[in-house]
């Protein structure tokens, strides 16, 4: 089984842009949530989304948005590029979104604004 | 808010040597994780710790939690350059909470092992 995917791996945008990054999770999994990680940091929670409604946000502006499809692939949105958000961005897939499950990530895509 | 930190965040150790890394987080929770991180790549599930008391073991990597003391160590055992890499803890939100999905990480550690 294909683990989780992502799209595009990597991704150079100019300030002020817009991007969308794609998520497809494990077959089976319905539940998707993203990260951000800066480079030398821990990953950062940015939403969680499970059978398409959002269960989680983290503390970012709303300049981010994310959505989940009715196959439970999902995209996370970023309007108004700052350089700031270039890191690499991690889709974690899950089964559900409580109980007993554990969270795959990714490969990530890069994201660099300038 | 929950918060969790790791030390040491830089290790740098001799191949054959043993070490712990520790992770200490700040609210109830019911699950731990542990990842590595190879450079440029994404995250690698080591280990998911449950309950008090759980122990897992995989190679030269021994995961263990006290959920008392809210706290975790990795344990590397006679350690082979092939350990280099990040290694990150992960809480999850308590159950309840509104953000009970959410993983809340550590700042990582970086393992390096020299021959």
């Known amino acids: 089984d294909a683990g989780v995917t992502q799209s595009p791996t990597h991704l150079i945008k100019t300030r002020g842009q817009h991007v969308t990054l794609r998520c497809s999770p494990i077959?089976?999994?319905?539940?998707v949530s993203w990260y951000q990680q800066v480079l030398g940091q821990g990953p950062q929670f940015i939403f969680q989304y499970y059978e398409k409604e959002e269960r989680g946000r983290g503390n970012f502006p709303d300049r981010f948005s994310a959505r989940q499809f009715p196959n439970y692939s999902s995209e996370l949105n970023v309007n108004a590029l700052l350089l700031g958000d270039s890191a690499l961005y991690l889709c974690?897939?899950?089964?559900?979104?409580?109980?007993?499950?554990?969270?795959?990530f990714g490969q990530g895509t890069r994201l660099t604004v300038v | 808010e929950l918060k969790v930190e790791q030390n040491p965040l830089f290790l740098s150790m001799q191949e054959g040597k043993n070490y712990t890394i520790y992770c200490n987080y700040s609210t109830t929770s019911d699950r731990l994780y542990w990842y590595r991180q190879d450079p440029g790549k994404s995250l690698e599930s080591l280990f998911v710790l449950l309950s008090n008391g759980a122990v897992k073991q995989e190679g030269r990597l021994m995961a263990s939690l006290d959920t008392k003391a809210r706290l975790s160590t990795l344990h590397i055992t006679a350690a082979v350059h092939d350990l280099s890499a990040t290694y990150f803890c992960?809480?999850?939100?308590?159950?309840?909470?509104?953000?009970?999905?959410?993983?809340?990480f550590g700042q990582g550690t970086i393992l390096t092992v020299h021959p």
């Open positions: 974690a897939s899950s089964f559900r979104d409580r109980g007993l499950t554990e969270a795959f």
């Open positions: 992960a809480v999850r939100g308590n159950a309840g909470g509104t953000s009970y999905g959410k993983l809340t």
């Open positions: 077959s089976g999994h319905k539940s």
